[in-house]
């Protein structure tokens, strides 16, 4: 029998669909490591893996010597080792788009959160807000989920800019550079994914031309900031604050430094964690396994 290996926590419904057409499935008990895992089953006979955010290493693709598909739970595959998974011809198929309206969620969440001051609001210790409405708001990037986000923000009355590395056809709004996203926005949201390209664009530099009232959110990746560039900036209140559902650790900061100060909202990469989203990603992922079983082709390959 088939076995499929699921690295991370999924949601029920993919495992069921996957049993019910037959094949076996083992699902890695946190904190095990893979490795520590083969003495529980027979590597041979995985055929496919479902991933979320764990980072994987060639070494531990190489214990299954017959794997025919990886299915990544969700967008972003900065967690796997691309070059040999194309060498090795193995299928790699992503979600793209599905967590798109949960992630444009919580990034609106966490922007009223910092407007609305409600980190630090307590009864004996009050700060005014601010209102949404009328505020320049720039997104870095304009994929799926910025673009779900841009029509939910349209209602407030916003000021819109967006930056894309090619030009893009708006909803509404200005395409501009990157400077102007830094120098003329309220509120700046990165959702970009995390490339060479794309690494620690958010630098000294662009924190430097931020205005000292404006706010960052990152629901994207923790590579696209420089971490002790951010420290810098939100302890000298260069900016005023940042939301961070993403966070790696600097050379000098770590991130538990950052989460304890009062203009930081730091949540647990949340974004894609609606219970509608994991459903219908691990039926997504279990859906693209039984489509190369039948010999078609993937809803959503990445290669």
Same mark, same amino acid.
């Given at each position: 029998?088939?076995?499929?290996?699921?690295?991370?926590?999924?949601?029920?419904?993919?495992?069921?669909?996957?049993?019910?057409?037959?094949?076996?499935?083992?699902?890695?008990?946190?904190?095990? !490591?893979?490795? @520590?895992?083969?003495?529980?089953?027979?590597?041979?006979? #995985?055929?496919? &893996?479902?991933?979320? $955010? *764990?980072?994987?290493?060639?070494?531990?693709?190489?214990?299954?010597?017959?794997?025919?598909?990886?299915?990544?739970?969700?967008?972003?595959?900065?967690?796997?080792?691309?070059?040999?998974?194309?060498?090795?011809?193995?299928?790699?198929?992503?979600?793209?788009?599905?967590?798109?309206?949960?992630?444009?969620?919580?990034?609106?969440?966490?922007?009223?959160?910092?407007?609305?001051?409600?980190?630090?609001?307590?009864?004996?210790?009050?700060?005014?807000?601010?209102?949404?409405?009328?505020?320049?708001?720039?997104?870095?990037?304009?994929?799926?989920?910025?673009?779900?986000?841009?029509?939910?923000?349209?209602?407030?009355?916003?000021?819109?800019?967006?930056?894309?590395?090619?030009?893009?056809?708006?909803?509404?709004? !200005?395409?501009? @550079?990157?400077?102007?996203?830094?120098?003329?926005?309220? #509120?700046?949201? &990165?959702?970009?994914? $995390? *490339?060479?390209?794309?690494?620690?664009?958010?630098?000294?530099?662009?924190?430097?031309?931020?205005?000292?009232?404006?706010?960052?959110?990152?629901?994207?990746?923790?590579?696209?900031?420089?971490?002790?560039?951010?420290?810098?900036?939100?302890?000298?209140?260069?900016?005023?604050?940042?939301?961070?559902?993403?966070?790696?650790?600097?050379?000098?900061?770590?991130?538990?430094?950052?989460?304890?100060?009062?203009?930081?909202?730091?949540?647990?990469?949340?974004?894609?964690?609606?219970?509608?989203?994991?459903?219908?990603?691990?039926?997504?992922?279990?859906?693209?396994?039984?489509?190369?079983?039948?010999?078609?082709?993937?809803?959503?390959?990445?290669?």
């Amino acid at each position: 029998m088939q076995l499929v290996y699921v690295v991370d926590p999924i949601a029920d419904d993919g495992v069921i669909l996957l049993k019910e057409k037959g094949f076996a499935v083992f699902r890695l008990s946190q904190p095990q !490591t893979i490795k @520590e895992s083969m003495k529980l089953l027979d590597p041979t006979t #995985v055929t496919a &893996l479902i991933i979320r $955010a *764990t980072k994987i290493t060639p070494s531990e693709l190489d214990l299954f010597p017959n794997l025919k598909i990886i299915a990544r739970h969700g967008v972003g595959v900065d967690n796997l080792p691309l070059d040999y998974i194309k060498r090795n011809k193995i299928r790699l198929t992503y979600t793209p788009g599905l967590n798109a309206m949960s992630v444009a969620e919580l990034t609106l969440t966490l922007i009223l959160d910092l407007l609305k001051k409600i980190p630090v609001n307590r009864k004996n210790k009050f700060y005014d807000g601010e209102l949404l409405a009328g505020k320049t708001i720039g997104l870095i990037g304009y994929g799926k989920i910025a673009h779900k986000l841009s029509l939910i923000l349209q209602p407030f009355g916003i000021n819109l800019l967006v930056y894309n590395h090619h030009p893009r056809q708006l909803a509404y709004g !200005t395409q501009v @550079e990157l400077d102007e996203i830094a120098k003329a926005s309220d #509120v700046i949201s &990165l959702h970009v994914p $995390a *490339t060479p390209e794309t690494n620690q664009i958010i630098d000294d530099n662009f924190f430097n031309q931020m205005k000292q009232n404006a706010f960052l959110i990152n629901t994207a990746r923790g590579a696209l900031i420089n971490s002790d560039s951010l420290y810098a900036a939100l302890t000298a209140h260069k900016i005023a604050g940042a939301a961070l559902d993403v966070l790696d650790s600097g050379q000098l900061h770590s991130v538990a430094e950052i989460q304890v100060l009062e203009n930081v909202i730091l949540t647990p990469h949340i974004g894609a964690s609606s219970r509608e989203v994991l459903q219908q990603s691990s039926l997504r992922c279990a859906n693209e396994i039984l489509l190369l079983e039948n010999g078609e082709p993937s809803i959503q390959g990445y290669f």
